[in-house]
């Protein structure tokens, strides 16, 4: 007898591990922060700060050049946590446009198809 199992994965986009450079600016401030991001999907952005004050829900302005696509949004904080680096934040788009989603969903699953 053959069982087929289904594995549910709890993130609705496929996510690209890349490490780039990204640019950030937070409500309170005028000043764009860089970053080096951890990975990309079309639902958010996860990058790393050597310091600064994250909490959840907390709006972000981000500005993304990506090899696909270059791009300016805002999303809201999901997550953060401390890590070795400083401090990981995960960044969920709000308002991204369907072009830009469309592209990174169309090159996330291209990367995971060659992997």
Same mark, same amino acid.
């Given at each position: 007898?053959?069982?087929?199992?289904?594995? %549910?994965?709890?993130?609705?986009?496929?996510?690209?591990?890349?490490?780039?450079?990204?640019?950030?600016?937070?409500?309170?401030?005028?000043?764009?922060?860089?970053?080096?991001?951890?990975? /990309?999907? *079309?639902?958010?952005?996860?990058?790393?700060?050597?310091?600064?004050?994250?909490?959840?829900?907390?709006?972000?302005? /981000?500005?993304?050049?990506?090899?696909? *696509?270059?791009?300016?949004?805002?999303?809201?904080? #999901?997550?953060?946590?401390?890590?070795?680096?400083?401090?990981?934040?995960?960044?969920?788009?709000?308002?991204?446009? #369907?072009? /830009?989603?469309?592209?990174?969903?169309?090159?996330?699953?291209?990367? *995971? %198809?060659? *992997?």
């Amino acid at each position: 007898m053959e069982y087929l199992i289904v594995m %549910r994965h709890h993130r609705e986009h496929i996510r690209i591990q890349k490490s780039f450079q990204v640019r950030y600016r937070l409500p309170w401030s005028s000043r764009w922060e860089q970053a080096s991001t951890r990975d /990309i999907s *079309a639902g958010g952005i996860s990058f790393t700060v050597p310091r600064g004050f994250f909490f959840s829900g907390l709006p972000v302005e /981000i500005e993304v050049d990506f090899p696909i *696509a270059s791009f300016r949004t805002r999303g809201r904080v #999901a997550r953060q946590r401390r890590s070795a680096a400083g401090r990981e934040v995960g960044v969920s788009f709000g308002g991204l446009k #369907a072009e /830009i989603r469309e592209s990174l969903s169309r090159y996330a699953y291209l990367c *995971a %198809r060659s *992997a």
